[in-house]
DNA sequence: GACGATGTAAAATGATCGTTTTACACTCCA
DNA sequence: TGGAGTGTAAAACGATCATTTTACATCGTC
């Protein structure tokens, strides 16, 4: 694997496990078994590292919901979580930890969170064959956001209570 | 204000705005204006002074949501939002800081959480007359949890659209 | 066969971390 | 009146922080 591949896959890992700030330069050299003068020449800084960890997973997760339905969107959301761990929103974890007083890492989040509102618009305009509002859509957002939470210490259970809630949501809105 | 609660008000702000471990202790002294030695005679250790804002924060949580209504539920989580701002809840973001290693602060978290889900089967089980299932106590939990998260985002106007998905499904539920 | 790129190991940078210590001032009650 | 309790200011603790530097090894390529 290339070496700033193996850099940023280690990094998503760590943080996420340890959290951002708690995950120290060290650790990171120690886990990627390499020196701190390579780290620093792919990563520039501990912020454009979280930064290019996010984007990185950001095109990660949009490929893992590239799907037409409500149901698969959740479907898809419940595989991540088994594959990936379920941790929380690590864009939102990061937000929380710098306080949104980092612009790079800020921007990271509001883009992705953009484009998942997005997504989540296109597939409710297609279930409800355009019958849907724009809260549904929101809704739906909120059930996705809520489910990444709640199976913290829920379990994956909390997602599929998610998908049925979302699509009694649907089947009202066609009505 | 007495000494105790002034440094843990103190310190649930700062640990909200710029996240937990990016907070220092002389940082939190200075904005207490108290000695060090002072604040590690109430405190006695940094974990112990989150497990401490936590505990205080659930409690305070507990009362903001005394409510019998799932509708007065949200609306309560507005108020709190509008009073306290949105950053996201403070447990989980306290949970993922500490990757649920801090024995003490995983504690505080699950309890928290433990006591809200009952909470909410609570006013569930009134508002469907007996009629709910235990899915439904999650799916309303999901979007409480969706909303606190999407808000940060989204603001306040995601609890609303969260409030009346809410309703939808009691009322799904009654028939 | 010299060269630029890419890597390593390891020490040093100055700042900041959580925590403890030393030395001193105030108040309240016996 | 004197001692326990509670506070302050400020320095010191060793550890760790993100980052840079020095010195050296290994490449493929012209």
Known sequence: MD??????????HLFDRHGFTATGMDRLTQAASMSSRTLY?????????????????????????????????FGALEKWVQTEGCRGCLFLRAYGETGGDTPDI?????????????????????????????????????????ATSAAIYRGAEAIRSAQTAASVLIQQARL
Do not use: C, M, P, W
């Open 3 to 12: 070496t700033k591949t193996k850099l940023i896959s280690t990094a998503e």
């Open 41 to 73: 020449k792919h990563a520039g800084s501990k912020t454009s590292l979280i930064a290019d960890v996010l984007s990185g997973r950001h095109l990660r997760f949009q490929q893992s919901i590239e799907v037409d339905s409500v149901d698969a969107l």
């Open 106 to 146: 800020a921007k990271a989040v509001f883009t992705h969170k953009a484009s998942l509102y997005e997504k989540i618009q296109k597939i409710v305009s297609i279930e409800t064959h355009g019958k849907s509002n724009s809260e549904l859509a929101e809704q739906v957002l909120i059930l996705f956001e809520g």
